[in-house]
């Protein structure tokens, strides 16, 4: 079966501070990757995702992440955050075929606070 | 992406009543999901409901507890039965859209009394 882990549960920052949110996935094969935000009030948003090919991904808002397989790891990445990025961040995976294809896995959350 | 709706958005109900919670997508998709979040804990999938078999639920939940109806491509429901405090929760339904991402719903917050 596969796990999600992310790291911090809550992080505070100020605006124009740098951030990086760690994300670790359990499974022995073949994964698809993603980060979903929530926004307070609001529903689950997809930020980025990735499937194949280079490991380095481009979200919405100026949010990338990068995949190391062997760190099986997908790091969520801002290099200056805004006001507007509080939110909850979640790492989700799911396997690429098999029997647990299309089940999304989350990470418990991380939740972001960004001060003006 | 597809736009998902979701009726009711919140519900207070009594202990020992169920609550039939709707998912419209606006356009035809094979894999709908099921979710549920917890106070102040992540989204743990309740059953995948594909339309036209018997849907499937994940370890810890049952079709008793948690009946679940896809009609057509584009419908379900989630029913939650006999409810008890510790079925207060956000439930989200999702679908599996292009390369398997999945996009969600809005959310419906069930609060048992």
């Known amino acids: 079966a596969q796990s999600v882990s992310q790291h911090n549960h809550h992080v505070i920052l100020s605006e124009a501070a740098s951030l990086e949110l760690g994300c670790n996935y359990s499974?022995?094969?073949?994964?698809?990757l993603f980060w979903y935000v929530q926004y307070p009030g609001q529903h689950l948003q997809l930020l980025l995702k990735?499937?194949?090919?280079?490991?380095l991904v481009k979200g919405i808002k100026g949010f990338e992440a990068e995949f190391i397989k062997s760190k099986f790891s997908f790091n969520l990445r801002k290099p200056s955050v805004q006001w507007s990025d509080t939110a909850e961040y979640f790492c989700?995976?799911?396997?690429?075929?098999?029997?647990?294809?299309?089940?999304?896995?989350f990470g418990q959350g991380t939740i972001l606070t960004v001060h003006p | 992406s597809a736009v998902i709706s979701q009726k009711p958005s919140r519900d207070i109900c009594q202990r020992g009543t169920s609550l039939t919670i709707q998912c419209q997508v606006d356009?035809?998709?094979?894999?709908m999901f099921w979710y549920r979040q917890q106070p102040g804990q992540s989204l743990t999938l309740i059953a995948t409901?594909?339309?036209?078999?018997?849907?499937?639920?994940e370890s810890g939940f049952v079709i008793d507890k948690f009946p679940i109806s896809r009609p057509n491509l584009t419908f379900s429901t989630l029913t939650v039965s006999n409810m008890s405090p510790e079925d207060s929760s956000i439930y989200l339904c999702?679908?599996?859209?292009?390369?398997?991402?999945?996009?969600f719903g809005p959310g419906t917050r069930l609060t048992v009394l």
């Open positions: 999702s679908v599996a859209g292009l390369l398997d991402t999945q996009y």
């Open positions: 499974y022995g094969g073949t994964v698809n």
């Open positions: 990735y499937f194949s090919g280079d490991p």
């Open positions: 989700a995976v799911n396997a690429q075929g098999g029997t647990s294809y299309g089940k999304l896995t």
């Open positions: 356009s035809q998709v094979t894999m």
């Open positions: 409901a594909n339309q036209g078999s018997e849907a499937t639920y």
